[in-house]
Each structure stands twice: as structure tokens, then as C-alpha cells.
């Protein structure tokens, strides 16, 4: 017999762990927590290339309930982020919960329940959480011969230490990842060649040492930090998302990214061909912009190479292009992740009537009322959804989240019920509110994005990964939805009719 859960959540990741804190502190306490890794901490368990680090604030980037005042750096290195995932598992008795190593193939919702099946195992619950992250799919590129290359291959997301010293080593990609592995290799490599299809927006990262006596005065005064927090966070929010979501009353402040990342190339490249190699020729924001001290320095070393024509193949030892062909003894692919085809959503999931949620969002537009629920699909909850990321932190869209799982469990108990569905109606309507803020305000839509090849469009072209409102409103909407665009109801149980 299987056993039944309050509440399963896929993923032990920041998203999940902060679902299943909130669950908690609805008073569900019997809970399965499901990872496919061996441990907890989602992107911060499973990316160890050297470079990695936070590109956010630290300050922001951690639950507000849970300021660290430890952060070495305004930025912080992985390795802290993951000790954090471990402090946060630790400090809400999370561990538990979780269950590593556990692939969930499939998930559908019987008799007023959800059956999660895993690659040795069946578990039923009343609640259904997934969190299994937007960039947690690898993409190896499609590039002819690339199975036949006898040197080292790795991806950034699988990534293995490897001692580069006097080898010639080729990067296939130049987003948030590669800005941050690049310098690391150039360290290292006898040469290196960087292979850009589309440049990236760089602004310079104020990343400093945050001295002992400051993080002391942020343990002792935690006010201070949240400070600390408030400003970065606002900074943020009028360079990355003001100037995208709101582009058309605040193209001013898209234009000055702009410069301001410019300015940063200007001080860094002296050749203006390679500065015009590495300029983006699409708005800022249509596709994740970054931070970096040294990225573009790195481009001026004698031993780098950047290398913008098309790959035509790889060969047994090197990398073709319409311009030559370049030898190589490792090749990191910096290739990024696949979103759309492969990870709305991570596995199968049957809702109510045999809705499959895969096929439907193809078929109908990707959307998830409030960016967490959907028609169709009771008791359930799905974190890494259509319009979900609010702001540039991921904390932003997770707590928000938070919020409205407390309202809406909060509701569903004060009316006895078990069951919550989001209405047809209230999804179509929050649907139509997000696509006409994208189409008309966005830099989605009235900038030039054509030539981004950004992840936040789906394969039909629409921008529907990023919440297209301010971080103010998403956190007001979470805690402030009108409870009529639930449906409640008692379990099939408590009316007898599961029988
Ligand atoms: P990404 O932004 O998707 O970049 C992938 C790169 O690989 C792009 O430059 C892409 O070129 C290139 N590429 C893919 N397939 C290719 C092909 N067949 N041929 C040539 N080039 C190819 O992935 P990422 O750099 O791993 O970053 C993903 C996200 O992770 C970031 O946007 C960011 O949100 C997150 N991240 C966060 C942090 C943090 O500190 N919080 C740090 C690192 C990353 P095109 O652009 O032309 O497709």
C-alpha cells in the first residue's frame, strides 16, 4: 500500500525547501520532499564550475526570514550559497523530509489526490509542489560531429575539476555562465577560444569583501542588513526590471543600462573591433543580463581568442568554422539550459480529466494563474511556471509564492475545505493582464529583441518566463488575490464519495 503524504514537493532546491517551510507553518507537517541529486540546494548542489558565484546582491539573494550576515562578499562564491541552502535546511528541520536520488517520471491526480510515481516507488498526497527550477535541464548543443571529438568535453552543469594547465581549450557560449567561467579558464589554459553566437549586455560588478565588523553589525543589528537589502534590491529593480517590464514609460532607464555597460566595454577593450564583436546588438533585458569585473579584460590577453563565426562542426580534435578550424584539447560547453521543450514541466503531469499539463500549456499559450496555479490541476502547486519570475531574484518569486500559499491554504481551511482549484475564469483574465503588459509595455515587445535568442521567450516566440509587473505589485497580488478565484471544496473522502 502506498503511503499517503500531506504534501509531496519535487525539488530540494531554495524553491522547494521554501515551500515546504511554508507548508510547515500551515500546520502540515507530514511531508516528502523529493530531489533527484544526492543532496539539497537545487543549482547551488549541482553547478561547481570555478567562477560561480552569485550575480545578484547576497543580500538579496536569500530569503528576507533568513538574513545571513556570514556573506564573505557583496556577491558571494557557490560554495556559500550552498552552505546556506544547508544552514536553512538545518535551522526549519527540512532533511527529514527529503529524499535524494529520486527521479519523479510522473504525477496525476486520482480520486481527490496526487499519485507521484519515481523510478522505484509510488507516493500519494494530498498536495503536489514542483520546484524543480527553470535551469535545471542541461542543453548540449546540436553541432554536427560533436559526439566524435576524443578530447574532454563538459558541461558547465556536470562539471568535473580538470587540470587545464597547458591545454588548449575552446568555450562554447557567452551567457551569465561562460562571464563568470572565462576569466577562471584563461588563468589556466595555454589558450583559449571563446565562441560567441550572441554577445551579452555586462555591466561592472561592485563586488567587495564585506569586512568582519560589518558582518558583525549586521548579527547584531539585523535593521542594518535589511537595509543593506532594501537598497540593493531597489537599484535592481530600476536597472533590470523597471527599464524591461515597464520599457515604454521608462526607456530611460534601458538606455542608461545600456551606456552603462557600454562605458564598462569602453574602459576594459581598446580595439574597437573586438568591442564591437562583444557589443549587443539587441535591447537590454531582452535576454538575462550580467555582471562582470574582468570578463571583457580577459578578451585582450594574448593567449584568448574570440571567435564569433559559425560553427560548422567538430571534428576528433577541434572545432570547425566557416573562417578555419581551431585545435583543441577540452571543450566546455557554456551552452545553458533547456526551458521550454524539456522542463514545462520537469515530467508528466495528468490533472483533472486527464488534462495533461505538458500538452496543454503547448496547445494553449503557457500560463499559470498568479504564475503558481493552473485550471484543471487541483492541490496543486507548480513553482517554476509561465510568468512566475518576479524580479531579478529568484527569493522574489519564491516568497511571493509563499505568500500565496498562505492565503489561499489559509482560506481553503477557514471554509473546511481540502481542495482548492484556481477558476477558468480568474486564469484567463490573469493571462490576458500579462500578455497585455508585455505586449504593451515591455521591452519584449517594443524593444528590438530579435536577435537575442533569449531563453525568456518560449518556442512560439512570447516572452511568458518573467512576471511582467514591478516586485511591489507581485508581492501585493500574492498577498491580496481575490479568494474567488479559487474553487473549494471538501475531499472526496469527507463526502463519502471516494468509496
Ligand atoms: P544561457 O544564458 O542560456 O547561455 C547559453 C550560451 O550558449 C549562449 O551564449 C548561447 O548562445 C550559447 N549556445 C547555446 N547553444 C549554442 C550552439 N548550438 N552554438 C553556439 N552557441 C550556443 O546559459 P547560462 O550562461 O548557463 O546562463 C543561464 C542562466 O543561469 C543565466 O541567465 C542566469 O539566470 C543563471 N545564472 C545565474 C547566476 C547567478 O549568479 N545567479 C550565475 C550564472 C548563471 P545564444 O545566446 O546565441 O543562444
Known amino acids: 500500500m502506498t503511503r499517503q503524504y500531506d504534501a509531496i514537493v519535487v525539488g530540494a532546491g531554495f524553491g522547494g525547501m521554501g515551500a515546504a517551510i511554508e507548508l510547515n507553518r500551515l500546520g502540515l507537517r507530514d511531508l516528502l520532499i523529493l530531489e533527484r541529486e544526492d543532496d539539497l540546494g537545487g543549482t547551488w548542489h549541482v553547478n561547481r564550475y570555478p567562477g560561480l558565484a552569485v550575480d545578484i546582491p547576497s543580500s538579496t539573494y536569500s530569503y528576507s526570514f533568513e538574513p545571513n550576515p556570514h556573506w564573505s562578499r557583496l556577491f558571494a562564491a557557490g560554495d556559500e550559497l550552498k552552505r546556506y541552502a544547508e544552514h536553512v535546511a538545518d535551522k526549519y528541520d527540512l532533511r527529514k523530509y527529503m529524499r535524494f536520488g529520486t527521479v519523479v517520471t510522473g504525477a496525476s491526480w486520482q480520486d481527490d489526490r496526487w499519485e507521484v510515481v519515481t523510478d522505484n516507488e509510488t507516493f500519494t498526497a494530498r498536495y503536489l509542489v514542483t520546484a524543480t527550477g527553470f535551469l535545471s535541464m542541461p542543453k548540449t548543443p546540436d553541432?554536427?560531429?560533436?559526439?566524435s571529438f576524443q578530447g574532454k568535453v563538459v558541461h558547465t552543469a556536470a562539471w568535473e575539476p580538470t587540470d587545464l594547465t597547458g591545454?588548449?581549450?575552446?568555450?562554447?557560449?557567452?551567457?551569465?555562465?561562460?562571464?563568470?567561467?572565462?576569466?577562471?579558464?584563461?588563468?589556466?589554459?595555454?589558450?583559449?577560444?571563446?565562441?560567441?553566437?550572441?554577445?551579452?549586455?555586462?555591466?561592472?560588478?561592485?563586488?567587495?569583501?564585506?569586512?568582519?565588523?560589518l558582518r558583525t553589525l549586521f548579527a547584531r543589528l539585523p535593521l542594518v542588513q535589511r537595509a543593506v537589502r532594501w537598497l540593493g534590491s531597489s537599484i535592481l529593480e530600476l536597472m533590470m526590471i523597471s527599464g524591461v517590464v515597464h520599457y515604454k514609460q521608462l526607456r530611460v532607464a534601458n538606455r542608461l543600462a545600456e551606456r552603462w555597460c557600454r562605458a564598462h566595454l569602453h574602459r576594459q577593450v581598446r580595439d574597437p573591433e573586438l568591442r564591437r564583436k562583444l557589443t549587443p546588438d539587441y535591447s537590454f533585458g531582452c535576454k538575462r543580463p550580467t555582471f562582470s569585473n574582468d570578463y571583457f579584460r580577459t578578451f585582450t590577453k594574448p593567449h584568448v581568442r574570440?571567435?564569433?563565426?559559425?560553427?560548422?562542426?567538430?571534428?576528433?580534435s577541434g572545432v570547425v568554422t566557416a573562417d578555419g578550424r581551431t585545435e583543441i584539447d577540452v571543450l566546455v560547453l557554456a551552452t545553458g539550459f533547456n526551458l521550454w521543450d524539456t522542463n514545462f514541466p520537469a515530467f508528466e503531469v495528468i490533472g483533472r480529466?486527464?488534462?495533461?499539463?505538458?500538452?496543454?500549456?503547448?496547445?494553449?499559450?503557457?500560463?499559470?494563474?498568479?504564475?503558481?496555479?493552473?485550471?484543471?490541476?487541483?492541490?496543486?502547486?507548480?513553482?517554476?511556471?509561465?510568468?512566475?519570475?518576479?524580479?531579478?531574484?529568484?527569493?522574489?518569486?519564491?516568497?511571493?509564492?509563499m505568500t500565496h500559499m498562505r492565503r489561499l491554504f489559509t482560506a481553503m481551511h477557514a471554509r473546511g475545505a481540502a481542495v482548492f482549484e484556481v477558476t477558468q475564469r480568474a486564469n484567463d483574465q490573469f493571462l490576458h493582464r500579462m500578455r497585455t503588459k508585455v505586449t504593451q509595455n515591455s521591452v519584449f515587445s517594443l524593444g528590438q529583441c530579435a536577435t537575442a535568442h533569449s531563453y525568456y521567450f518560449n518556442q512560439h516566440g512570447e516572452a511568458t518566463l518573467l512576471r511582467p509587473t514591478s516586485t511591489i505589485s507581485a508581492h501585493r497580488a500574492a498577498g491580496r488575490f481575490p479568494l474567488e478565484d479559487y474553487d473549494f471544496s471538501?475531499?472526496?473522502?469527507?463526502?463519502?464519495?471516494?468509496?
Open 143 to 147: 553541432i554536427a560531429g560533436i559526439e
Open 167 to 213: 591545454k588548449r581549450v575552446a568555450v562554447i557560449g557567452t551567457g551569465a555562465t561562460a562571464v563568470q567561467l572565462i576569466p577562471e579558464l584563461a588563468r589556466e589554459a595555454s589558450a583559449l577560444t571563446v565562441f560567441q553566437r550572441t554577445p551579452i549586455w555586462v555591466s561592472p560588478k561592485p563586488d567587495y569583501p564585506i569586512p568582519q565588523v
Open 306 to 316: 574570440l571567435d564569433t563565426s559559425t560553427i560548422a562542426r567538430i571534428d576528433a
Open 353 to 401: 480529466d486527464g488534462r495533461d499539463l505538458g500538452a496543454w500549456w503547448r496547445k494553449n499559450r503557457f500560463q499559470a494563474y498568479e504564475g503558481v496555479t493552473v485550471p484543471g490541476f487541483p492541490n496543486y502547486l507548480s513553482l517554476n511556471s509561465p510568468y512566475s519570475y518576479s524580479g531579478l531574484s529568484y527569493f522574489t518569486t519564491i516568497e511571493c509564492q
Open 490 to 499: 471538501p475531499a472526496l473522502a469527507a463526502t463519502g464519495a471516494a468509496a
